[in-house]
Structures are given as C-alpha cells and as structure tokens.
C-alpha cells in the first residue's frame, strides 16, 4: 500500500530564515509521480512542483528547492529567506499506477502547516 | 497553469436536501476528475474518481448513492450530496487531471458545504 508522511504537523519560523519540509513516502511500485502543493487560507491547492522516479535531480525554483532521495524515499522541500506570504498549508502527493485496477490515484500527505512570523 | 473553477464556492443547506456541485476545467479537456473531502486541519482524502462516459469509481467507505458523481463531458463533472446531513458539512475539492499518468492535476478553489 501507498502511502506518504509528513511528520511534522505545524512548523512556525520568523520570516526571512530557511525551513525545510520533510516528506517521507512509502511504495512498491518503482514508477510513480511527486508531488508538492501548498494551500493557502482562501483553501485552493496551488501546484508546486511534480518529480518523476526516475528523476532524482535536485531543482530549485526562485526561493524553493526539493531534495529528492530515492534511497531514503524522501523528497524534502526547502524555502530560503521565508516570507509571511509563505504561510500555508502544504502537501506532499505520491501519484502513482494501481496494478491491475488501471485507475490513477493521488495519496497525500497529512500537510505541514507552515507559519512565517513578521 | 490550467484552470479549474467549481460552482458554488459555498453552499448551507437544510438537512435532507440534495447539493450539487459543479467542476469545470476551463482550458483544456479532462477525461478524468477527481472528489475530494477534506475536514477541518485535515488532510485531502479522495472521494471518487470520475471518468468522462463512464461509471465513477468509489472509495472504500464512500457511499455511492449518497454522493453521486456524473462526468458529462470532458470539462464538467458534477458532484450531488443526496440527503445532506451535518455530517455531510465538509470542504469539497475537484480536481481535473491534463493528460494520462503523471498528468498534473489541477485543483478547483473548493466549495464549503455547510449543512444545517
């Protein structure tokens, strides 16, 4: 079975210090999708970034970078230099294939509730 | 990014009313769409999967005649809460998936049912 953990359930950092959000997934399948999405109070998921498995190149987008690692099944996601417009909820997603039932399923994480403080 | 809208953004129904919600991708086409229900500081646990011209796919717990989910076209799925209850109050997502695996899926902005 699938599945994906986000064991830290709130973090608070003051604005302008990095922080780094760890997800941690489980799955037997060796072809699956990554996924990151932040939501913010007004509730819509906003996409952040998708990784495949066979990509294990770290990318950084601006103030945000991911470090997947597929040998301890993580894929932890970085902000630099935090902002108050940084304060969300945010969602690991594991996107992969059910064998044999040919329908694709998206596992979230239970979020990380990230709070930049002035 | 692609868009996705739902209609209504917030509802409050009487108890034993019948909600329907509505999910639209506005930019591209969508064979497959997704349920989701997510309770306060909750995380998302999906609903259904829902496919265009076919039967939508259920959840283990999820009753089918309670929430019924119809994929008329390759942008609109409709979400109905048959006989809503106050348990039935939750924040419900669709999403709308681009392509086939590893599309991205793209979320609508949520509507919040509240059921009195």
């Known amino acids: 079975a699938q599945k994906v953990t986000q064991a830290q359930t709130e973090i608070s950092v003051v604005e302008k210090e990095d922080v780094t959000l760890d997800c941690v997934y489980e799955t037997r399948d060796t072809t699956y999708y990554l996924f990151w999405y932040k939501q913010p109070p007004s509730g819509e998921l906003v996409f952040l970034i998708r990784?495949?498995?066979?990509?294990?190149q770290n990318e950084i987008s601006g103030r945000y970078s991911w470090n997947f690692q597929k040998s301890t099944s993580s894929f932890n996601f970085t902000i630099t230099a935090s902002q108050v417009v940084d304060s969300a909820v945010y969602f690991c997603a594991l996107h992969l294939l059910l064998s044999g039932a040919g329908s694709y399923q998206l596992t979230f994480g239970k979020g990380t509730k990230l709070s930049v403080i002035p | 990014g692609a868009v996705v809208s739902q209609h209504p953004s917030w509802v409050i129904c009487k108890s034993g009313t019948s909600v329907k919600i509505e999910c639209r991708s506005l930019?591209?086409?969508?064979?497959?769409m997704f349920w989701y229900r997510q309770f306060p500081k909750q995380s998302l646990m999906l609903m259904a999967t829902s496919n265009e011209g076919s039967k939508a796919t259920y959840e283990q717990g999820v009753e089918k005649d309670k929430f019924l989910i119809n994929h008329a076209s390759l942008t609109l799925s409709t979400l109905t809460v048959t006989s809503a209850h106050p348990e039935d109050s939750s924040f419900y997502i669709c999403?709308?998936?681009?392509?086939?695996?590893?599309?991205?899926?793209?979320f609508g902005p949520g509507t919040r049912l509240t059921v009195l």
């Open positions: 930019d591209f086409q969508a064979t497959t």
């Open positions: 999403s709308a998936r681009r392509g086939q695996f590893g599309g991205e899926q793209f």
């Open positions: 990784r495949n498995s066979f990509d294990e």
